[in-house]
Structures are given as structure tokens and as C-alpha cells.
């Protein structure tokens, strides 16, 4: 005889001898069967979602389904990872799988935005998007019934259909212009400290071009007052254009050329600049970078500075040429994300002018509830050229408005996270 919860407890009040007694245990017993018929997730499809977006808009849209946090017990798991595109817009890489009663089903597919939509828009938008992909995926199942699709085709006269197409044609021709300004100012009663950035960047992307002009400048002047002494003040100016030309051969190579103009008072450079030719290998196609992508680089190129003080080498001008290898491994899947890289770089009339830079970063879920990061970089410096003949001033060193003498560097940061509880909770409560 097959029986359920309800029917266990009612058997069970009834074969005991001494009903009163043991009423508070049938009493117990009936309320977290209540409970647990009541609470959240029973009646819902379990929906785990992994992504960068407004999770709080997501459970107040999809208040249809269980937003629960582990993704073992869900029944559709969702994965977005988030491309940022150089004309500010973003393209959403998202994937559906199916477990439990729904494994088999998957779909994947693309959403993407403008840099003109505003923050709200843009998770609108992609909430949306999230609740047609949920509903394909839900035909044919019981949760179907749950769902109610409307479309309307707008009828658009000949007049509105040239109107639309002049509308949607590219005048710029794929050219994205930005120009930022920004000025912030900390003071207190001993020390003040004012930053002025100023930037303008010109980008051309296409599947064939990559192309980007970025002038920049940025001025610093810190002050620290003493008793009994003159202020400290010491000013830190760079300025300089970037610019980058990017070919694409085929889904695996590409080529690039890569010039630079500069002066830095941190960097001891009045004046220096920059000609790298560059070529790329990717192991995995291009297409696939959304989500794994390994790269090798290798570029050579000439380098001339021209310095403020006499440098450490006993120069004021010089020309040299450089070489460097960057090799960078970069995944992204639902289980986390990694990445790691190695470059190499030295110049080629003295190979001890060199260096050797590692970077690992990691944010990896470990078992249910529990994730862990960590990230960190060693750098082994034996090719600062540039540095200036004789000690830093006290100034310089306190502020840090000058490069300083080392041989290495290093920095490492890792923690860990872990949720547990209610697996099922959609309550949107956001109250002081």
C-alpha cells in the first residue's frame, strides 16, 4: 500500500494508544507538512541564473519561476557572460541547458544593445530576451501552460519602409567617437590632492578591421603641509596618443601595428615613442572567445625616448628596438571564469634589459553554495631604462609621483564566498 506524507501522519495519530500525548507531535508534525506544501519552488520551475545583470529586475519579471541558488537542483540552468564592445554597446552570450526532467533541451543565442540605451533599458531589454528563450525552451513540457506568447506584425507602408532604411544607414561608417573630461579634488586641512583626466577616443570595428586613436592626458598636483616647513608639493603630468591597427587573416591569426606617442614626468620621458608591428595565433577560433579563447602573440618594434633628467645609464636620448611574447589563456563557463598570462618581453641590443610578467585571476564556484577567487601577479623588472640618474626627492617618494628603482613587484588577493539556506526565496524587499 503506497502511502504519502498526509497519510503517514494520520496513520500514525491513529495507532497511538494515548492520543493526547502525543498530540503535540501530530500538531508538529501536520505544521511542517503545511509548511513545506506552502513554501516556495513546489509548484515552480527551479531556475538557476549565472550573469552579470540586475538580478533584482530578473525575480520581480520571472515571478513565474523559482530563482533558486544552486544550480545542481535547478531545472534550467542559465549562463551569460557579457561582451563589451569598443563602440560602448554589449552583445549578452546567453546559454540555456535543461536538467532533470528537461536534460536534452539547450539553446543558445545572442542579445545585443546599444551604448545609447540607459542602464534600465538595457536590463529591460535583456529580460525580455531571457523570458523568450525560457518560454521556447519550455514548449512541450508541463510548464508550457504557464506561458502566453503575443506577436504583431506592424504593417509598415513603402514610404515608412524607405524612411526606416534611410533611418538605420551607417553615415559614420562603423566609426565611434567618445570624448570624456573628468576632475575630482580631495582636500583636508594638511594635504589637498587635484586630478584633471581628459580623453578622446576614435574606434572602427568590423569583422576584418579593428581600429582605435586615443589621445590622452592626465595632471596631478599634490600638496602636504608641514609645521615649520615649506609645503611639499609635487606635480605628476602624462600625456600621450595610443593607436591600434588590427587585420583579421582568418578565425585564427590576425595581424596588428601598434604606434604610440608619450611624455610622462612619472616615467622620466619628455618625449618617447613607440612602432610595434604585431601578429597573433588563437588555438580556439575566434568565434568561440565569448567563452574560451587561447592566445599567442609576438611582437617587434623601435622604441626612442627622449628624457627630463640624465637616466641611471647615463642618457638622454636613446633608440632601441624591442621584442615580446604575450601568451594569455582566458576561459569562461558556468562553472567560473579564469584566466591566465605570461609575457615576456627585452631589448634587443642588451637581452639582460628584460622582463618576465605573470597574471592569474580566478572566480571558480567549488561545490554547492561555495565559491572561491583569487588573483595575483609577479613581475621580475630588470628593463627600467628610463629612470632618472641620482635619488628621488622626498616629494616624489611620499607621494608616489615618480617611478622608483626595483627588481620585481607582486600583489595577490583571494577570498572565498559561500550561500546556503532557502534554496527557493523570490521576494523582492529592498526596504532601507
Avoid at 515552480?44 to 552579470?52: K, W
Avoid at 533541451?105 to 531589454?125: C, H, I, P, Q, W
Avoid at 508550457?144 to 507602408?157: G, I, Q, R
Amino acid at each position: 500500500m503506497g502511502l504519502n506524507s498526509r497519510s503517514l501522519i494520520v496513520y500514525f495519530c491513529r495507532l497511538t494508544t494515548q492520543p493526547m500525548r502525543f498530540l503535540p507531535v501530530c500538531a508538529l508534525l501536520a505544521y511542517a507538512l503545511l509548511l513545506t506544501s506552502t513554501s516556495y519552488g513546489q509548484k515552480r520551475l527551479n531556475l538557476f541564473t549565472e550573469c552579470d545583470c540586475n538580478r533584482t529586475l530578473l525575480k520581480q519579471e520571472l515571478n513565474y519561476v523559482n530563482h533558486t541558488i544552486d544550480p545542481v537542483n535547478a531545472q534550467v540552468n542559465l549562463f551569460i557572460v557579457t561582451n563589451y564592445l569598443s563602440n560602448g554597446g554589449r552583445v549578452y552570450d546567453l546559454q540555456f541547458k535543461g536538467q532533470q526532467e528537461l536534460a536534452g533541451n539547450s539553446l543558445n543565442f545572442k542579445v545585443s544593445t546599444t551604448a545609447v540605451m540607459t542602464g534600465l533599458e538595457r536590463d529591460e531589454y535583456l529580460n525580455k530576451r531571457i523570458e523568450l528563450g525560457l518560454a521556447g525552451f519550455l514548449a512541450g513540457t508541463d510548464y508550457a501552460d504557464m506561458v502566453d506568447l503575443t506577436a504583431e506584425a506592424p504593417e509598415v507602408s513603402e514610404v515608412e519602409t524607405e524612411d526606416v532604411e534611410e533611418a538605420n544607414a551607417d553615415h559614420w561608417n562603423s566609426w565611434i567617437f567618445e570624448a570624456s573630461a573628468s576632475f575630482s579634488s580631495d582636500i583636508e586641512s594638511q594635504r589637498s590632492r587635484n586630478d584633471l583626466r581628459l580623453r578622446f577616443e576614435a574606434d572602427r570595428t568590423t569583422p576584418d578591421w579593428r581600429l582605435r586613436f586615443s589621445p590622452n592626458f592626465f595632471y596631478r598636483i599634490e600638496r602636504i603641509d608641514q609645521k615649520d616647513k615649506d609645503p611639499l608639493i609635487s606635480i605628476r603630468r602624462d600625456q600621450g596618443i595610443d593607436g591600434r591597427v588590427v587585420r583579421s587573416i582568418s578565425n585564427h591569426w590576425s595581424v596588428g601595428f601598434f604606434p604610440s606617442v608619450s611624455s610622462s614626468t612619472y616615467s622620466n620621458i619628455n618625449l618617447g615613442a613607440r612602432l610595434s608591428p604585431a601578429i597573433e595565433y588563437n588555438i580556439f577560433d575566434y568565434n568561440q572567445v565569448p567563452f574560451k579563447e587561447f592566445t599567442i602573440a609576438y611582437r617587434v618594434g623601435w622604441v626612442y625616448n627622449n628624457y627630463v633628467d640624465t637616466t641611471v645609464y647615463l642618457k638622454t636620448q636613446e633608440s632601441l628596438a624591442r621584442q615580446s611574447l604575450d601568451i594569455n589563456l582566458r576561459l569562461r563557463q558556468r562553472w567560473g571564469s579564469v584566466f591566465a598570462g605570461v609575457s615576456a618581453g627585452n631589448y634587443l641590443d642588451d637581452f639582460q634589459k628584460n622582463r618576465l610578467s605573470l597574471d592569474i585571476q580566478a572566480n571558480v564556484r567549488v561545490i554547492k553554495g561555495l565559491s572561491f577567487s583569487v588573483s595575483g601577479s609577479y613581475d621580475i623588472i630588470n628593463d627600467q631604462i628610463s629612470l632618472a640618474k641620482g635619488e628621488a626627492s622626498i616629494e616624489d617618494i611620499l607621494l608616489g609621483q615618480a617611478q622608483l628603482a626595483t627588481n620585481y613587484s607582486a600583489d595577490l588577493r583571494f577570498g572565498f564566498s559561500y550561500t546556503f539556506g532557502s534554496l527557493y526565496n523570490n521576494v523582492i524587499n529592498t526596504r532601507l
